[in-house]
């Protein structure tokens, strides 16, 4: 039989994974209004974000009555403070995604330029890191994280070469900066997602095996 | 002030049995030091070893090493009733004498250790129920009242202070709160956390949220052995040893 904390920890796990998903879905669907001009997908992410506004205080609540109500220790302790940071993390990629939508919609607006930008592939890697680190969260697999935290690095490099083209784009001719302003703020919307990933996997790492690995460093208390 | 303890081989036997196993242990100075871990894990046997208290218990005797400050507490030549005196002891239950006024209790050990300058004494009371933190709420009721129509948690405080009075350098304390309202308990809490500054104190606690709240060092006993000891904090967040996870989690004990 679960006792009633432990039936807790897992309905807590079970809302953060639920929005995950929700989170994960922004982002596909932003990726998704990018691809194909359809402003219908931009209106998905923007009605969704209420919903994961709502999970965040629902996640944050529990974890608060968890916090009083069982005064939790050690991998237990760790986990919700883990859950309280990857919640917040998780809002913040609710609200890149919202970010993109509206930058979506005003290249919607403009006339279609062709820019030598790959954001589709740049959005599959970011949405990969999302996935990962939620998969990492779900089985408790410090390993999995630290393969997130790797392909960091990769979306930090194609953002990098976002930017020089699309300012070599925008200094050699005004009619397309607009277009390209919004890609690269697309771009960076992008790389801001893979860095909250990056925050939820190192969070992952600390409940897991007690270590704190931001930064740069794997930091044990001692 | 208080001394260092430092504890090597410990092992203490009810009869034939061996119920606490070759314990080394080093808890400093003036710094409180949490001892937990679930019923029969030795952790009271191993705070009643500090003071010679064990052997008190017919058939029960300890070996191994215990040096508080300079002196050895199971070397040859120590003196049990001298060790109790520097090595004071607060029980769960509040055990105040119950026929004695206030200040009878409190100078009751000084007493028994000889001490009859008046004033001295009133002033060594004074002292005491102050480090205690019960002078305000009892200094007019001295001779009046007995240590019995105290309150549990006043009770508790006048116990410390009896144990304060005779001037030890550690004070040993055995599950001190757990017969008390949360109020008292807080201001046992504030108090211990206050007497650190003048003495070495060791607390039993099966509370761990008490043990996190009050002590710098935390040992956690488990079948007569010392599983982990390390600062509380570390204990309690990130602790190097699966027993003491579990433990600590409620995943038993």
Not at chain 1, 20 to 38: H, V
Not at chain 2, 55 to 80: C, F, L, N, Q, R
Not at chain 2, 119 to 142: G, T, Y
């Amino acid at each position: 039989m679960r006792s009633r904390f432990q039936q807790g920890l897992d309905e807590l796990k079970e809302k953060l994974l639920r929005m995950g998903g929700l989170a994960e879905q922004a982002i596909d669907r932003a990726t998704e209004a990018y691809r194909t001009r359809d402003s219908k997908y931009c209106q998905m992410v923007l009605t969704g974000e209420n919903a994961i506004n709502e999970a965040e205080r629902e996640i944050d609540e529990l974890a608060l009555d968890l916090l009083a109500m069982q005064q939790p220790m050690a991998i237990d302790l760790r986990f919700i403070l883990a859950v309280l940071k990857i919640n917040a993390d998780l809002e913040r990629v609710g609200d890149q995604a919202v970010n993109i939508a509206q930058r979506v919609l005003d290249l919607i607006s403009e006339e279609e330029v062709e820019l030598p930008v790959d954001i589709p592939r740049m959005a599959d890697a970011v949405s990969t890191m999302v996935q990962r680190a939620l998969e990492a969260f779900l089985d408790g697999k410090a390993e999995v994280a630290e393969a997130v935290l790797q392909m960091d690095n990769i979306v930090d490099r194609m953002k990098d070469e976002a930017f020089v083209v699309l300012v070599q784009k925008m200094q050699d001719g005004p009619a397309c900066t607009r277009q390209a302003l919004d890609v690269l703020l697309i771009a960076r919307n992008l790389e801001r997602i893979a860095d909250h990933a990056t925050n939820i996997a190192e969070d992952v790492i600390f409940w897991v095996r007690g270590a704190d690995v931001r930064h740069g460093g794997a930091h044990f208390r001692e | 002030m208080g001394v260092g303890i430092e504890v090597r081989g410990l092992k203490a036997f009810y009869g034939k049995n061996e119920s606490l196993h070759s314990v080394d242990i080093t808890m400093p100075a003036n710094h409180v030091t949490a001892v937990i871990g679930p019923s029969g894990c030795g952790k009271s046997t191993f705070v009643r070893c500090l003071n010679r208290m064990h052997e008190t218990i017919p058939e029960a005797h300890a070996e191994g090493s215990v040096k508080v400050g300079e002196m050895d507490v199971y070397g040859s030549g120590s003196d049990p009733v001298e060790v109790r005196r520097r090595i004071g002891m607060v029980f769960q239950k509040p055990n105040p004498f119950p026929t004695m006024s206030i200040y009878g209790n409190v100078a009751a050990g000084l007493k028994l250790n000889g001490f009859r300058n008046r004033k001295q004494m009133d002033e060594l009371v004074e002292r005491s129920l102050k480090l205690a933190a019960l002078w305000d709420e009892v200094k007019d009721d001295l001779h009046k009242k007995s240590g019995a129509s105290l309150s549990g948690g006043q009770q508790q405080r006048l116990c410390i202070a009896r144990s304060l009075a005779v001037e030890p350098e550690v004070l040993l304390m055995d599950e001190p709160a757990s017969a008390l309202d949360p109020i008292s308990t807080s201001k046992i809490e504030e108090l211990i956390f206050q007497l650190k500054q003048h003495y070495t104190v060791v607390i039993v606690t099966h509370n761990m949220q008490q043990a996190a709240r009050v002590a710098e060092l935390t040992g956690f006993f488990l079948m007569g052995n010392l599983i982990e000891f390390d600062k509380t904090e570390k204990i309690f967040t990130t602790p190097a040893d699966k027993r003491t996870e579990d433990y600590v989690t409620g995943r038993f004990g």
